[in-house]
């Protein structure tokens, strides 16, 4: 099955049937995610042929003609993030010089997102230096889920659709959680997500202020917490978990506050050492994330559960082609993070 419609163009006494047609591929950073929002839209993933010659060069040519295509090219940020960012650049190039109609990056974990403004002198802002990587390699759209900051936006000179997966998380937080629940925010920096979990749950909202030691970025200090959790049942709301300090050091704070129980919940899981060790030896008893980023069986650990965000990119990947509204699918949820 393939997703097309006709348009009629009437031009003088000519009538012209233009065919649109929707063409999904994928990179080799996350295939069963591609799959996985393949099958949800009817559709089969076409061939990219993605290899390296042997001094590592990526290179790709697609299967079919694309020519006048509608193309989804889905690849996820995944470590090793500099490959999966170029492997995606060179099938946007490839696509574009095979004369795609219209061309969409992706990117269900948008790389280099935390490097979004300068925090002191001489540093990049590398997540603007991706976008025009992007831009340039010649996307017509971009398509992501909870970036890092919602004015990476604004580092982009052609449309973004910022999906969430606030629904989806909020969902399994609706079956599993207890009446006594408090969202927690990890830090001021997103309190307004957490806000927004507590809203749509009906619960009270904390959080906690850290910092981290001069020099230290793996290193977190979790300082007080603000808001009343004794006695009660956290579940802490951020966008990804790193290396797992800021949802371990938030945690043990809540605990000494008086929580009884504590659940780590996240977007993007890139788990990068040492964080299952520490999650593992934390006293969090739940970790849930999503499939935005591939996790191999042989590092899962007990406490974590992986939740699939394929029907919601699928659902905007079908109203893209179609013209649709896409923040109508959040109720508006998705324009600010």
């Known amino acids: 099955m393939t997703w097309e419609s006709d348009e009629l163009a009437d031009t003088g006494s000519i009538e012209a049937v233009s065919h649109r047609r929707l063409v999904l591929f994928s990179g080799r950073s996350h295939p069963a995610l591609a799959a996985e929002i393949a099958g949800f839209l009817g559709v089969e993933l076409g061939g990219a042929n993605l290899r390296e010659f042997a001094d ?7 299967s079919e003609s694309i020519r006048g295509a509608d193309v989804f090219l889905i690849q996820t940020h995944a470590a090793p993030v500099n490959d999966s960012i170029m492997e995606q650049l060179i099938m946007v190039d490839a696509a574009k010089r095979a004369s795609a109609k219209r061309i969409t990056a992706v990117c269900p974990y948008y790389g280099y997102s935390r490097q979004d403004r300068k925090a002191s002198g001489r540093e990049p802002i590398t997540a603007k230096l991706v976008a025009d990587l992007l831009s340039v390699a010649g996307v017509s759209r971009v398509v992501s889920v909870d970036l890092h900051s919602g004015q990476i936006q604004g580092f982009f000179d052609v449309p973004v659709d910022h999906l969430t997966a606030t629904p989806v998380l909020v969902d399994n937080l609706r079956e599993q959680a207890s009446s006594d629940l408090v969202v927690v925010s990890p830090d001021a920096g997103r309190v307004k997500v957490a806000e927004r979990f507590s809203q749509q749950l009906g619960t009270d909202l904390a959080f906690v202020h850290k910092r981290r030691p001069p020099g230290q970025d793996n290193m977190v200090e979790a300082l007080e917490v603000i808001g009343d959790v004794n006695g009660r049942h956290c579940v802490i709301i951020d966008d990804m978990i790193d290396t797992a300090g800021t949802m371990c050091a938030a945690a043990a704070r809540l605990f000494e ?25 934390s006293d969090i008893s739940r970790v849930v994330i999503t499939n935005t980023l591939p996790l191999t069986p042989e590092r899962r650990i007990d406490k974590i559960e992986v939740l699939s965000v394929a029907p919601v990119i ?15 699918l959040f109720g508006g949820q998705n324009l600010s993070s």
């Open 314 to 328: 699928a659902s905007a990947i079908a109203a893209v082609f179609d013209d649709t509204s896409v923040s109508m």
């Open 56 to 62: 590592g060069e990526i290179h790709g040519k697609y």
């Open 257 to 281: 506050c008086g929580a009884t129980d504590v659940w780590a919940m996240a977007t993007h899981g890139l788990l990068s050492d040492p964080a299952l060790d520490r999650l593992d030896r």
